[in-house]
Structure formats: structure tokens, C-alpha cells
């Protein structure tokens, strides 16, 4: 696959059949991901494959109590503006955004394969989400859909009880990715254009251009 | 660039060319760096260019005050070590990337670009990594090499004072990408092989399969 391509349609691939990940696919998925940089090439990264249904078992019911505490704190005045107003474009995007995750959570026990990653020493999570995007870019160039949430950590430590992840070594619970193969179209997500985010020498100053993206078109 | 190259051989390259970064390519850079997610999507995100000489010589001597606290408090011992017993792999690897790492800062006024990468109301950097990530890996499809540092955090108010940014909008500075056209060779750079980091199901279980990588030759 075209490295472009790969970088403009890996969007959130929430909806996935349950068809497992055949191993050699989870093999290549993971190699690319230890190629990414890390601090002092330090390598301070953890991943964990979730695909025991027993686990998944015990995940999924967390993981729609944590949704459920980030609807109601973090976005509830978004959500209750977009079903207010839902022929605007923007709420119309978010409540598909929303419709997806809550999708995903539903459904948390049926998704083929969960990719956990955790880091150590790492304050910025320059050192592990390199690592974990380059998983979600390789899955993309295998045809497997992917999402990111961060969503566990509302409920850290039984996650990480669950995971059986020791308490005494520091690791810190960075993400979680689904795997699995999409029951949808991949395709370039909408995004607020790069010149209206980027700054030149300073921040306010405005670069000298404008970017009309996007300029890969596939 | 085929994704896999890309994947495999973005490895540091901080040794490069003073030459300036066509505008074309800045722009394509950017362009892949925001199609990357974020959490909800919010694009919480700002980007900085920096190449006004000016601004450079401004941050050199931050960086290079940074770097020195990084190798005085958290890589002491490593160095040490490695200096004791350079015939050792590991530790001459190691002793490559420190003075990688200090040519980037004795040349730092040299390198023709900066990228700087901010974010808003994201803990874990989740949201800020992986377009950065994207941004150094377009970059490498333009034959651009990048390195990314997150030394000036040891120096952040002054650092958020050269680039003017506000202390009262919670903006945290995540990371400095340098970029420019590299005088060394791209390769896959050597790692810990994915299968002794990464676990199945549960911390500590290991998986029922080996890596034997690179997977992708080139």
C-alpha cells in the first residue's frame, strides 16, 4: 500500500466483523510497530493482545461503564447541542462519531482482537503512541480496521486488574486499539484544514500559505 | 513510498543538510499530519513552524541546556557504562545516538525546520503523537528526515516564551520535530524483537508465536 494512502484513510474503523486476524497478519501488524521511535531508543513499551473471549468478557462491561462516564462528563453538552440541532453539518459528524463508538461498545465482546499498549517513563506519550499508530498504519495496509480509545483509564485500575498487570512496575495503561475487519468504506475523514492550526516562528503568526487539502486524493 | 518503507526506515536522522524545505513539501507534510485522530475527533491540536533564524538562535542554547540535563540526570549511568565498555553492541549503539544527539544540538541553529507539537486537554498524548508521527512519516516519504525530542519540556516556560505562546489557554508543548534533507543513509534501525514485548491476554503470558523481524526486507 501507498504510504499516503495509508495516512489519509486510516480513520476509526469502529464497526467491524467478528473474523479473526489471522496470526501472520498480527505478526506484520506488530513488527511495524517496534520500528517506531521511542526516547532514548528506549523501547519502555508493552503490547497486549486481547483475543480470549474470557477477557473480553470481562473487559466489555468496563469498557461501556468508562464510555458512558465520557458521554456524560466530557461531551454532554456537544451531544445534547448536536441532537438539538442535528442538520448542521458538525453535529451531524459528531453524532455519527458518537453512533460509531457506541457501536463499538455494544459490541466490545465481539470484536476479533484488542491491541493494549502501555509505556513507562514516558510523561509525554511520545514514546508509545508512535509505536501504536504505526500498528493501527500497518493494520490499514492489511485491510483490518482499527479505533483508538483511551477510555480505560477511567476506570484504570480494574483494567489493569483484569489484565493482570503488576501494580509495582510502573507500567502505565496508554491505549487501547480494536482490530478487526471493517463492515464499512474507508475513505479521508473531514478535518479542520492544516493552515487554520499551524503557526509560523510564532504562536498567532499565520503561515504563509494555505493548504487546500486534501492533497492526496487516492 | 510504499507504507512499509516508510514504516520500517523512518528512523532518527538528525544530521542534515542546511538546505531549506520546499514550501510544496511543508504544505504535504502538514497536510498528512492532521488526517491522523484524535480523541472525539477535536483536533485539539496546534502545529509551529519554526524557521526564522532568528527564533533558531533563540532556542538553540535552550536546547542545548535541556540535552545536558538529559545526559547529566537520566542517562548518567547508561553513558558511563557504554564509555567503560564501548566494544559491547548495545553500548555502541548507544554511544550513536548520543552523538546524534549532540550534533542536533551543537547544530541546532543549522537545521532548516522545526516542527513543534501542542496540545489541549490530552493526558496520555494520544491525541497530539499520532499526527506528529504521521507528520515525520510523510516527511520521510519526501525524502525529509526528523527527529523527534521532547527535551525542551525541561525548559518549558522559556521554550513557550521564545514561541510566544499563552500561558492562560492550557496549551502543553508535546514535542520538537526536526527536519531536513539527512547527509547519512535510511535503514531499518535495530529493536527488541515484538515478540518479547508484547504479551497475550494477560501481562506476562507471552505469545504462542515468535517474530524473526524485519518482516519487511526492502
Redo the contacts between chains.
Sequence with gaps: ????????T???MRRVKPDPIP?EVQ??I????????S???A?N????????QE?KDRLGPLYRRCLGMVWDN??KD?TDAAEANPADADHA?WLR?KRSADWLAENFESVPLYLMGFCLGD????S???A???A???A??EGVGT??T?AF?LAADETLEV????QDEGWIF??CVSLGYPTGRWG??P?????E????????QG?D?E?D????KG
Design positions: 500500500m501507498d504510504l499516503h494512502e495509508a495516512l489519509y486510516t480513520r476509526a496470526v505478526q506484520r506488530l513488527d511495524a510497530a517496534i520500528r517506531a521511535p526516547g532514548g531508543n523501547q513499551w508493552r503490547f497486549l493482545l486481547v483475543e480470549s477477557v466530557i461531551y456537544k459528524q462519531v510523561p509525554t506519550g511520545g508509545i503512541f508512535p501504536v499508530w504505526s493501527m498504519l500497518a490499514r495496509g479505533s483508538l483511551s483509564m489484565l493482570e498487570v503488576p496508554a491505549c479521508v475523514a478535518r479542520t484544514p492544516a493552515h492550526v499551524t503557526f509560523k516562528d510564532r504562536w498567532g503561515l500559505f493548504i487539502g486534501p492533497l492526496w
